[in-house]
C-alpha cells in the first residue's frame, strides 16, 4: 500500500518534472484575479488560490520540487553516514571515537530546530534548504552504518581480507560498504517522507521554497489567512503532505520488515 | 549521597556535549552566514550601526578569538541585541519562554494521557482491529506535517464548533494575573484569580491538543513494545499462577513495569514538541518561543534565532538528563 | 481409571493428550495421560527434558498457550469440575488458592518492582477475597495501609529506591516469612527482588503459596537453579507444606536424586507418556521399566559409591515422528519384536506400581 502511494508520487514527480509542468491541467504561474479563491468544481477540481490559480495543478506542481530536496537531502546524508559510519566501525579506536562524538552532539540538536538555524544563515531558498536539511540526517545514517559496520567487520570474508594484506581502504570500500547498504536504503526510504515533512514546515515559516514556486507547505502557509473562508486552500496541500510522509513510511516499515531479517540471514 | 553523586556526574558527562553544541551554533552563527555584520546587525541598519555592531562583536578578529568572545558572551548572558526589539536576545526570550513551558507541559501532560492507554491497548489487542486501528490514528498524527493538524484542530474545534478560543493566551477584555513566572495559569492558581484561571486554561486546549495529537504516536509505540516485551516476563505467568484476574495482572503488574522504560522517551517527546511549538504558536499565535522564532525569521533577525537554537537544544539536552534521572529512580533494580 | 470425583484425590486427569501446532506439523507433547493424585502427597514426575512434564505441570493450571498448543482430548478433574473445560475467569478463581504453581526461576518469578511484603499480602488479598467471594481485581488494594507513598513513587506505582519508605504490611506476611525460616523477615520484608538470592527468593514464593493454601502444588524444577544447601532447605519447606495444609505437590524435576529425597510417589515419563508409576521405594529400588533402570544407572554415580555412569544409548525421540509400538524401544536393550508392533498399556502389575512394558505383561 505505502508502496503505491510512493512510486505514485515518485512517478508524478518525474513527469512533472520532465514535462516542465506541461502536463499540468492548468499553468500555475498565471495570475487572474477574478476568479479567485473558488471552492472546487469539475473546472477546479481543488479550486483556486488567492490569486486566481488552480490549486490542484500547483499541488501537483510541488511534487518534483519536494522529491528533489528530499533525495538530494538523503543521498547526501547516506552518502556521508555510510563513508563515516563504515570508518569508524571497522577503524574504530581515536578515529571512532572521535567520528561517534561529533555525531552526538549533532544529535543533540532537535531535528527542525538545527534546520532552521542553518537556514536562517543562508537565506532562503530551496538550495539553502537541501544545505541546512542534511546536516540533520547525517548522524542518524552515521550511526547506523557504524553500528552495521561493526557486525560486518567479524566476517570471515573481512577476515580473509585483511589477512590477505588488502587496505583498509579497499576494505572499506570493497566490502564493508556494499554490505551496509541495503539496510541504509530502507531506512532512507522512510526518511523521504520525514525530509519532505520538515522541509515543508522550513517553507511554512518562510525559509524555505520562495513564492511564486509551488510548495506544499509553502502553499499552506499562503492559504492559512483563508481558512475560514476557502478551507480547501490550506487543508489540500498539507493532506498532500500527510498522504505521500503515510506512504513512505508505510514503505520503509513494509520494508524493513522484509529486508532486515533477510539481511541479517546474509551474515549468518 | 550516591544520588547527588549520581546528578553531578550526569551533568560533568554533558559538558562535552554542550561544547559541541555551542561550537556548531558558534560556526553556524559567525562562519557560515554570507555577510554576517549584515546578519546581526539586521536588514535595516545603517553603515554606522553596521561598523559599530563589528567592533561590538569583534566580527573583524581571527575566528578562533571570535570563538573566545562568543563563548565568552554565551555564558555571561549576552546573546547579543536583536534588531527588531533592540533589546537584548535573552531578555526577549526570557519574555516568551514561559508561554512556551507552559504549552510544552500542557502538551506533555495530554499526550501522556492519550499515549498510555492507547499503547497499552495497542498490546492487548495485539495485531488485531484495535491495534491496527491505533496505529493508523498515530501514524497519521506523526506523518502530518504540524501545521496540518493544528489547522485542523483550529477549523473544527476553534470556527466549527467554536468550543475554544482560537488565539492568544486570555481574552483580549481580561488583565493577565500577577506575575510570578511568567505562566498564566500557574499565575492566576497562585494568586487565586479564578476568572484568569478558567479563560487561560480554555485557551491552551487547542494548540495543546494539536500538539499531543500529532506526536502522541512517540509514547503510544514504546508503551506498547514495552508491554508487549513485560508480558513474555515470567513473574507475569507468576502472577496469573497465583489466582490474579487478567485484569489485575494488566494493571498492577504489567503497566507499572511497562512504564518504567517509557520515562527514556522524555527528551525525544521534548524535542518533538519544542520543533512542533514553533509551528502552533504561529498558528494559534501564542505568545511564547515559536511565535517569537517565526517573528525573528520574517523580520530576518538573526541573533534571535541562534538564540532560539541555543535554548530549545539546551532544553532538549536537559530533558534527557531529567528522563535519565528518572529512570534511574523509578526503577528499583537500579541502585543509586 | 475413570473414577471423577474420587474424594481421596485431590486432581484426576484422564485421557489427556496435548499437541503442539508447529508450522506444518504436529509435534505430540503428551498421549492420552492419566493420572490421580491422592491429598496430602508429593508426586514427582522425572523425565529428561522434553518428555512433556512441563507441559503437563501448565496444562493442569491452565497457563498453556493455546495456539500454539492444542488440547486433543480428555478430562482435568479438580474440586468436581472440567479444568479444560473453564473459562479463563473460571480459571483465574481456580488458581492461586486451588491450584497454585512455582517456577524454576525464583527471582524472576517475582514482580520487580514491588517489595516482598507487597507481593506476599497481595497473596494474602487474593485468599481474602475468595473467602467472601470476590475476585482479585485491579483495584485491589493491599489490606494494610501503606504509609504516605509520595506521589512520584504512586505514579511509578514503586518506591523510591533512593531512601526506602518504611510500609505496613499485613502481618502475615510477616508471619508467612518466619515459616520458610527466613532470617530478618522484617528487612526482608521491604526488599525487592532483586536485592534477594536464589534460595531467598525461592522461599518468597513457598511462603506465598503457604499464604493462599492451595490444594494442590505444581513445582515445576523450583530447585534445579539452587545450591545443595539451599535445595535441602527448600525440598524441606515442600514437605512442610504437605503436611501443615495437607496440599499435593507435583514435583516436577529431572533430577532422580532430589527426587528420591522428596518424593512419595515416582512418575516416570517419557516421549509423552508415563511409563512407569509407584512409591518412591519401588521406584528405587524395584523399578520395571528399562527407562527408570537406565536412568537410575546414569544417576547412580550420585548416590552409589561404585559403578560408573551409563548412559541411555540414543536420543530422545523427535516428537513429530514417533517410533512405532513401545516408544522407547529403539533405545531398549530388552526390546523384542512385540515392542515394535504393539504399544503398551500402563498396567497396573503390582499393587500401587504400574508399568508401561510388554516385558512385564
Not at chain 2, 79 to 102: H, K, M, N, Q
Request: proline letters at 6%; hydrophobic letters at 50%.
Amino acid at each position: 500500500m505505502g508502496a503505491v502511494i510512493a512510486t505514485g508520487f515518485l512517478i508524478l514527480a518525474i513527469s512533472v518534472w520532465i514535462t516542465n509542468n506541461a502536463i499540468l491541467p492548468f499553468n500555475i504561474y498565471v495570475i487572474t484575479p477574478s476568479i479567485a479563491l473558488q471552492p472546487p468544481s469539475f473546472a477546479h477540481f481543488l479550486g483556486t488560490d488567492d490569486l486566481g490559480r488552480d490549486l490542484f495543478s500547483r499541488i501537483l506542481a510541488a511534487a518534483p520540487i519536494d522529491a528533489e530536496v528530499a533525495l538530494s537531502v538523503v543521498g547526501s546524508a547516506v552518502v556521508f553516514g555510510l563513508i563515516l559510519g563504515s570508518v569508524a566501525g571497522y577503524v574504530g579506536g581515536l578515529v571512532e571515537e572521535i567520528i561517534m562524538r561529533v555525531t552526538d552532539v549533532f544529535l543533540a540538536f532537535p531535528g527542525l530546530v538545527l534546520a532552521l538555524a542553518i537556514a536562517s544563515a543562508l537565506g532562503p531558498s530551496v538550495f539553502n534548504s537541501i544545505l541546512a536539511l542534511t546536516p540533520v540526517w547525517w548522524p542518524s545514517y552515521t550511526r547506523l552504518a557504524r553500528g552495521e559496520a561493526l557486525t560486518v567487520k567479524s566476517r570471515q570474508f573481512v577476515e580473509a581480507s585483511r589477512a590477505s594484506g588488502q587496505t583498509t581502504g579497499h576494505i572499506v570500500f570493497k566490502h564493508i560498504i556494499p554490505n551496509i547498504l541495503p539496510v541504509l536504503l530502507v531506512y532512507a526510504t522512510l526518511d523521504i517522507g520525514n525530509v519532505i515533512l520538515v522541509f515543508s514546515v522550513l517553507s511554512f515559516i518562510g525559509l524555505g521554497a520562495q513564492p511564486p514556486l509551488p510548495e506544499w507547505g509553502l502553499l499552506t502557509s499562503q492559504g492559512e489567512q483563508y481558512l475560514v473562508s476557502a478551507p480547501w486552500y490550506p487543508i489540500a496541500p498539507a493532506v498532500a503532505i500527510l498522504i505521500v510522509a503515510i506512504g513512505f513510511s508505510l514503505l520503509g516499515d513494509g520494508l524493513r520488515d522484509v529486508l532486515d531479517p533477510r539481511v541479517r540471514g546474509l551474515f549468518s | 549521597m550516591g544520588f547527588v553523586k549520581f546528578i553531578i556526574r550526569r551533568l560533568l558527562m554533558l559538558i562535552p556535549i554542550l561544547l559541541g553544541v555551542t561550537f556548531i551554533t558558534y560556526v553556524i552563527s559567525r562562519v557560515t552566514v554570507p555577510n554576517v555584520a549584515r546578519a546581526w546587525a539586521g536588514p535595516r541598519a545603517s553603515p554606522q550601526a553596521l561598523a559599530a555592531l563589528v567592533a561590538r562583536y569583534h566580527l573583524d578578529a581571527p575566528l578562533y578569538l571570535q570563538y573566545f568572545y562568543y563563548m565568552r558572551g554565551l555564558v555571561t548572558g549576552d546573546w547579543g541585541i536583536s534588531p527588531t526589539t533592540g533589546r537584548p536576545v535573552l531578555y526577549d526570550l526570557g519574555v516568551f519562554f514561559p508561554a512556551t513551558v507552559e504549552l510544552a507541559i500542557a502538551a506533555i501532560i495530554i499526550t501522556i494521557i492519550i499515549g498510555i492507554p492507547t499503547g497499552i491497548l495497542a498490546a492487548l489487542h495485539q495485531n488485531g482491529k484495535i491495534d491496527h486501528s491505533i496505529r493508523f490514528i498515530y501514524l497519521a498524527g506523526f506523518c502530518s506535517p504540524p501545521f496540518f493538524v493544528g489547522l485542523a484542530v483550529l477549523l473544527v474545534f476553534g470556527y466549527y464548533f467554536n468550543i475554544f478560543p482560537t488565539q492568544g493566551e486570555l481574552s483580549t477584555s481580561l488583565a493577565p494575573p500577577l506575575k510570578i513566572t511568567g505562566m498564566y495559569i500557574v499565575d492566576s492558581l497562585l494568586t487565586g484569580n479564578w476568572v484568569d484561571l478558567k479563560d487561560s486554561l480554555w485557551h491552551i486546549v487547542l494548540p495543546a491538543s494539536a500538539l499531543a495529537l500529532t506526536y502522541f504516536g512517540i509514547v503510544t509505540r514504546i508503551m506498547r513494545s514495552s508491554m508487549l516485551e513485560v508480558f513474555q516476563r515470567d513473574f507475569i505467568r507468576a502472577s496469573f499462577a497465583k489466582g490474579l484476574t487478567r485484569n489485575a495482572v494488566v494493571f498492577k503488574h504489567a503497566v507499572r513495569n511497562a512504564m518504567i522504560p517509557t520515562t527514556t522517551v522524555l527528551g525525544l517527546l521534548l524535542g518533538a514538541l519544542l520543533s512542533g511549538t514553533i509551528v502552533i504558536e504561529a498558528i494559534f499565535i501564542w505568545p511564547g518561543i515559536g511565535y517569537y522564532a517565526v517573528l525573528s525569521i520574517e523580520s530576518l533577525d538573526f541573533p534571535s534565532v541562534m538564540g532560539i537554537t541555543i535554548l530549545f537544544t539546551i532544553s532538549v539536552i536537559l530533558a534527557n538528563l531529567l528522563a535519565d534521572i528518572l529512570y534511574a529512580v523509578i526503577d528499583p533494580r537500579i541502585s543509586v | 481409571m475413570s473414577q471423577t470425583s474420587d474424594p481421596n484425590h485431590v486432581l484426576s486427569i484422564e485421557d489427556l493428550t496435548v499437541t503442539y501446532r508447529t508450522f506444518n506439523r504436529n509435534v505430540i507433547a503428551l498421549t492420552n495421560l492419566s493420572l490421580n493424585v491422592p491429598r496430602s502427597t508429593i508426586i514427582a514426575i522425572v523425565g529428561e527434558s522434553g518428555c512433556g512434564k512441563s507441559t503437563l505441570g501448565l496444562t493442569i493450571i491452565g497457563l498453556l498457550q493455546r495456539p500454539p498448543a492444542i488440547v486433543g482430548g480428555g478430562k482435568i478433574i479438580f474440586d468436581g469440575n472440567d479444568i479444560l473445560k473453564m473459562s479463563e475467569s473460571q480459571l483465574s478463581r481456580v488458581r492461586g488458592t486451588g491450584i497454585s504453581m512455582i517456577f524454576q526461576e525464583p527471582m524472576s518469578s517475582l514482580d520487580p518492582v514491588y517489595t516482598v511484603g507487597q507481593q506476599l499480602t497481595e497473596a494474602i488479598d487474593v485468599r481474602e477475597n475468595r473467602k467472601s467471594g470476590r475476585v482479585y481485581g485491579p483495584f485491589e488494594r493491599a489490606s494494610a495501609r501503606q504509609d504516605a507513598p509520595s506521589l512520584a513513587s504512586k505514579l511509578a506505582g514503586s518506591g523510591m529506591s533512593v531512601r526506602r519508605l518504611k510500609r505496613r504490611y499485613n502481618a502475615g506476611a510477616l508471619e508467612a516469612l518466619e515459616k520458610v525460616q527466613i532470617s530478618d523477615p522484617r528487612r526482608v520484608l521491604d526488599k525487592y527482588p532483586h536485592e534477594l538470592s536464589g534460595g531467598m527468593a525461592q522461599r518468597v514464593m513457598i511462603a506465598g503459596a503457604l499464604l493462599e493454601r492451595p490444594a494442590f502444588l505444581i513445582a515445576d524444577e523450583p530447585t534445579s537453579a539452587l545450591d545443595v544447601t539451599t535445595q535441602a532447605q527448600v525440598l524441606s519447606l515442600m514437605r512442610q507444606l504437605r503436611d501443615e495444609i495437607g496440599a499435593s505437590i507435583l514435583f516436577i524435576t529431572h533430577d532422580l536424586a532430589v527426587a528420591a529425597q522428596i518424593a512419595d510417589q515416582v512418575i516416570v515419563m517419557y516421549a509423552g507418556e508415563i511409563v512407569e508409576q509407584a512409591g518412591v521405594k519401588e521406584i528405587f529400588h524395584a523399578n520395571l521399566h528399562p527407562y527408570t533402570e537406565g536412568l537410575l544407572k546414569s544417576f547412580s554415580h550420585k548416590y552409589k559409591d561404585e559403578g560408573t555412569m551409563e548412559a541411555i544409548s540414543g536420543d530422545v525421540p523427535n516428537l513429530k515422528n514417533l517410533p512405532t509400538g513401545c516408544r522407547f524401544h529403539p533405545r531398549c536393550k530388552y526390546a523384542f519384536e512385540r515392542c515394535v508392533r504393539e504399544h503398551p498399556e500402563l498396567l497396573n502389575v503390582r499393587e500401587s506400581h504400574k508399568v508401561a512394558c510388554h516385558l512385564r505383561a
